[in-house]
């Protein structure tokens, strides 16, 4: 049998849920979903059904774009 060690961690994670971008990133739950339903233009997210995944690098290159979250 061979076994693939390719369990996914954080660090190469392409996109989030909201629990790890909370632990990632430093910001509540509750806050990260104000956010993306402030993203009309789902330009760091993305919606599976009703799971909210978060574009990662998008994400961070609007974290260092905003002064006040």
């Not at 971008?21 to 009309?40: K, M, P, T």
Request: glycine residues 6%; aromatic residues 10%.
């Amino acid at each position: 049998m061979i076994y693939i060690d390719s369990i996914a961690t954080l660090d190469n994670k392409f996109l989030l849920n909201i629990k790890e971008a909370s632990q990632l990133f430093g910001i509540g739950e509750h806050r990260l979903r104000s956010i993306v339903a402030e993203d009309y233009g789902c330009k760091y997210h993305l919606t599976l059904g009703r799971t909210i995944k978060i574009k990662r690098q998008q994400f961070e290159n609007y974290l260092n774009q905003v002064e006040q979250i």
